[in-house]
């Protein structure tokens, strides 16, 4: 998927420059038109703008049980609030196929993670994060002290928030992280 | 990765600076595209720049702080949008192709974005004359072609399905033992269409004449593979040891002649003929040496993947970020995965808080007597059980009864089919005895005991084998035939017995509600088991490729289906990059290692039989290619070169010497290289804490001259006491100490004077006591 969207869409444009920006991978068009076949046409050459809406796009079974689901989506929308084109959506599983490469993945977690888009992943956001991840499992003392020791031990500058290139440091570090952060669709 | 660390902790240092906000790939302000294209721009001269000549090291230095780097680089920001676009198109141009796509592929741009780079790419290239035009259009099909063809691949990739569903419910870790099954799959697949090719197809068109008293088919073949298997394509045995030649006569050939002399028919083909020895030697060897390829090429990927030189200690960090699975999809394995996280933080907390307790020298000592009996048991009954196979393998029965004396070849698989099956299970006994604190140890010292059982009882049925018996190879081709076959119906009984049943039992009878965990490393063991013996084998038995993709397809699916049934997957944290790094490693070392030591020394040295198989009459199988480098000589004075070349390369072992010894070399010097890198971590991080500091103070500083010029009354109450110069004097001092500064830090004072005098009101003063002592 993700070389065909990248690479093949552009190479089939240099045979033909007169043909549509996009070719459309017939696997995830039919899962994106799956999702809302009224709203989605069939034919793509004149490149409509349809955009699904998150409450859709989180019911895909891929989706549905993440707690991240609502963060993926809004991250991967170009207005931000999850409504997905289908630019959007092909960016979202390419993002997130098996052999994306490092450095993207490590850009869209960061931009996952933080939730109040401030480029810096801080105790509120790790907060939150812990709270998707754990479900209230965890007391909120334990929550406060987790986020207090994650800061201390990822941050490497003492602002007492993250930024990416300390989470870039720490990903380096997870040799899981490459295969956890994968959706296979 | 080690230079992954150092790029990125220099990365970091660029971007402690303020001004460096535009190579920060997620400035989320209107102009966040903007932001990514200038990064990407810099970032494609620097790989430009790059290919053209070596990175300095000497940036890297002690004195030099390299953010200083950054200061004074041209930082036009009052660029358009539009004009770096087209810079970043140009340099993208003159990149190499696969630089273009791996840059474009890391880009975090949309697609739409993307396709009109290329848009823009395309139209200078439509300048380009017409003979290269040509070649450029040549080029483009090629790829495309290309291209489709992978697509074709990847449609019709094997058992995509059952993969996802299992990823889906059970996570990485249980996926990871059926990766790892497809990965033997290929390999076997492999071996077998290159031992078909060359040695299994030209032997079936050319069947040799065979001697009377064939016995007929019955079922028991399938089993012992003996009987009418035995005389087939199946085994050493039927192979020929002469060239085959496609003849005019009915009779197939002449048997019993010297090697490349050959048959002296009356009308011989020229053109066809087949020098089956050389063939079975020089294949065989081949796919070794392929097959060795791969392998370490494989091994050596793993183990880049989970190998960290910066052992630290960010682990609270990484479990929170990066330990949530994004492939499992069903609700009840979510549930579980987050409860599992969750008991993994509660004990990490509890690990991270208290002090490590220092046992006694008498809770060591017995610590150290459990560990004593336990190892004493495992290595005890391992030496029983082998002893035990020794003394069976001696005994043979023999009956008046055929169909019993090949039964009864049915025993001794059996036999250490049963030790392998119960032994583990004894090892996993002993473990619980010794209650191991770090499961990871637990797991290493598993495999550790299970493969010292594998080890010795393979190597004690390897000293049993050879030469025994006439024509021994193809009953050593048998023999492992048999074996692996039992360790299929075990495994098989072994899941009936071990998942499904215990399910039952625990859920009926135990009344527990958790399903039992399917053990990955014990699976994994058994099959590097199956697959040394499916290599040891490969020699005798060119089939066996074939019955092992039979007994690997097979077991995929039942396996598959018993997880579904009656599995959960591991409650304790499973690493799944390391262990499946240990995992090919372990394929590779003993396994696939020892397979080859026997192949080569079976090749070598010992003296093939007499009465069969392709290198009778011969001293050795190695003297298959020397006497046809011989027979070339005699034929051709001219290639008297090439059997100095045999004589000195292959048959003195000086070369062999002198190649190792230049790969240890090497293997120092890259040790010493990663050695290096993980000292320009350490202090590249060191330079980060101190930058740190130093805003921090100059922070303050700042703060407290602002507060002064405004209140000139007013008393600072915040900790920071910096009043008397001479203490102001003393800091800077033991500052320049520890940083060994010239003149930049007083630019970058007079920098953050200027900056945060426009800034106060946002600036919070830092009141813990660390960084204030620090500052102090």
């Known amino acids: 998927v993700c070389r065909e969207t990248t690479v093949e869409s552009s190479m089939k444009r240099d045979n033909k420059p007169n043909c549509p920006v996009l070719v459309p991978s017939v696997i995830l068009h039919s899962r994106y038109r799956e999702l809302a076949p009224h709203l989605v046409p069939l034919d793509y050459t004149n490149n409509p703008d349809i955009r699904v809406p998150l409450a859709l796009i989180v019911a895909m079974p891929e989706l549905k049980e993440n707690p991240f689901r609502d963060r993926i989506v809004e991250t991967f929308s170009e207005d931000g609030h999850g409504n997905l084109s289908f630019n959007d959506f092909v960016d979202m599983f390419s993002a997130l196929c098996e052999t994306s490469p490092r450095e993207l993945k490590t850009i869209y977690a960061f931009k996952i993670y933080d939730f109040n888009r401030d480029s810096f992943i801080c105790k509120e956001d790790l907060r939150k994060t812990l709270n998707k991840l754990t479900k209230g499992d965890l007391t909120p003392e334990e929550v406060t002290l987790v986020c207090d020791k994650s800061i201390e031990e990822a941050d490497l500058d003492g602002d007492s928030k993250l930024s990416f290139s300390d989470f870039e440091n720490m990903i380096s570090k997870a040799p899981d992280f490459l295969s956890n952060f994968h959706v296979r669709i | ?776």
């Open chain 2, 1 to 776: 990765h080690c230079c992954l660390g150092v790029k990125t902790l220099s990365m970091k240092l660029n971007a402690a600076h303020p001004i460096s906000e535009q190579s920060d790939p997620l400035s989320l302000s209107g102009r966040s595209r903007g932001a990514i294209i200038s990064q990407y721009y810099n970032r494609t001269m620097q790989l430009r720049r790059r290919r053209q000549s070596r990175p300095a090291i000497r940036d890297f230095s002690r004195s030099a702080r390299p953010s200083i780097r950054g200061y004074g680089m041209e930082v036009d920001s009052t660029d358009a949008e539009v004009s770096k676009r087209d810079r970043l198109v140009n340099n993208l141009q003159n990149l190499s192709v696969s630089d273009r796509v791996r840059m474009l592929r890391g880009m975090p741009l949309s697609v739409a974005e993307k396709t009109l780079q290329k848009e823009k790419h395309t139209l200078s290239g439509s300048q380009i004359p017409c003979c290269s035009q040509l070649k450029y259009y040549i080029i483009i099909g090629a790829r495309h072609s290309w291209y489709s063809w992978l697509n074709f691949l990847h449609s019709l990739q094997l058992w995509q399905v059952a993969l996802k569903t299992v990823s889906g419910r059970f996570g990485t870790g249980v996926l990871s033992y059926f990766l790892f099954l497809k990965t033997l799959l290929f390999f076997n697949f492999f071996l077998f269409l290159v031992t078909g090719a060359f040695m299994v197809l030209p032997q079936a068109v050319h069947p040799p004449v065979l001697p009377a008293g064939r016995s007929s088919f019955s079922g028991l073949e399938l089993l012992t593979g003996a009987g009418y298997f035995s005389d087939t394509v199946m085994y050493y045995g039927y192979y020929s040891n002469y060239t085959l030649r496609k003849s005019c006569r009915d009779d197939g050939g002449v048997q019993n002649v010297s090697l490349s002399n050959g048959t002296r028919l009356d009308c011989v083909s020229k053109h066809l003929s087949y020098n089956m020895p050389l063939a079975y030697f020089f294949t065989i060897g081949v796919a070794f040496f392929i097959t060795c390829i791969i392998l370490v090429y494989s091994m050596s990927k793993s183990f880049g993947q989970s190998f960290r030189i910066d052992k630290s200690h960010s682990i609270l960090a990484m479990k929170v970020l990066c330990s949530w699975d994004f492939k499992v999809i069903k609700k009840t394995s979510v549930k579980l995965m987050s409860e599992n996280i969750s008991t993994q933080l509660k004990e990490l907390l509890a690990e991270v808080n208290q002090k490590h307790v220092k046992n006694t020298a008498c809770q060591k000592l017995w610590r150290l007597m459990v560990h004593g009996l336990a190892w004493t048991i495992c290595i005890g009954s391992t030496t029983a059980c082998v002893l035990a196979i020794y003394y069976f393998s001696g005994s043979r029965i023999a009956d008046n009864n055929l169909l019993l004396t090949e039964a009864s070849l049915l025993a001794l698989p059996v036999v250490v089919s049963l030790i392998n099956l119960l032994l583990p299970g004894l090892f996993n006994l002993a473990a619980w005895m010794e209650d191991y604190e770090s499961p990871s140890v637990r797991t290493y010292v598993a495999i550790c005991r299970n493969l010292m059982l594998k080890v010795s009882v393979l190597g004690l049925l390897c000293y049993h084998w050879l030469g025994r018996v006439a024509c021994w190879e193809s009953f050593v081709g048998q023999e492992l035939y048999r074996f692996l076959l039992m360790d299929f119906i075990f495994t098989l009984l072994d899941t009936l017995f071990g998942e499904f049943l215990w399910r039952l039992f625990s859920e009926k009878v135990l009344k527990r509600r958790r399903k039992p965990v399917f053990d990955i490393a014990r699976n994994v063991l058994e099959l590097i088991y199956g697959q040394t013996l499916a290599w040891l084998g490969v020699l005798f038995t060119p089939l066996l490729p074939a019955v092992q993709i039979i007994k690997l397809f097979l077991l995929f699916y039942i396996k598959k289906s018993s997880v579904m049934m009656n599995c959960q997957a591991p409650r304790k944290p499973y690493r799944v990059s390391q262990m499946t790094t240990v995992f090919i490693t372990l394929l590779c070392f003993p396994s696939f290692l020892g397979a080859s030591v026997c192949v080569t020394i079976t090749m070598w040295s010992i003296t093939p039989s007499s009465s069969c198989g392709p290198f009778r009459e011969l001293k050795t199988m190695f003297q298959a290619g020397k006497r046809w480098v011989e027979e070339l000589e005699k034929d051709n004075p001219n290639l008297s070169v090439l059997a100095r070349a045999h004589s000195y390369l292959v048959e003195n072992p000086f070369f062999l010497f002198v190649g190792a010894g230049i790969f240890l070399i090497v293997i120092y010097f890259h040790s010493q290289v990663v050695d290096g890198q993980r000292k320009i971590i350490s202090l590249l991080q060191e330079q980060i804490e101190n930058e740190g500091e130093d805003k921090k103070f100059l922070i303050t500083r700042l703060q407290s001259i602002h507060e002064k010029k405004r209140t000139p009354a007013r008393r600072l109450t915040s900790q920071v006491s910096l009043c008397c110069s001479g203490a102001l004097q003393q800091l800077f001092l033991s500052k320049a100490k520890t940083i060994s500064i010239t003149w930049p830090p007083l630019s970058s004072y007079v920098f953050f004077f200027i900056y945060f005098s426009f800034r106060t009101s946002a600036v919070e003063i830092p009141t813990s006591s660390r960084q204030a002592s620090s500052v102090l």
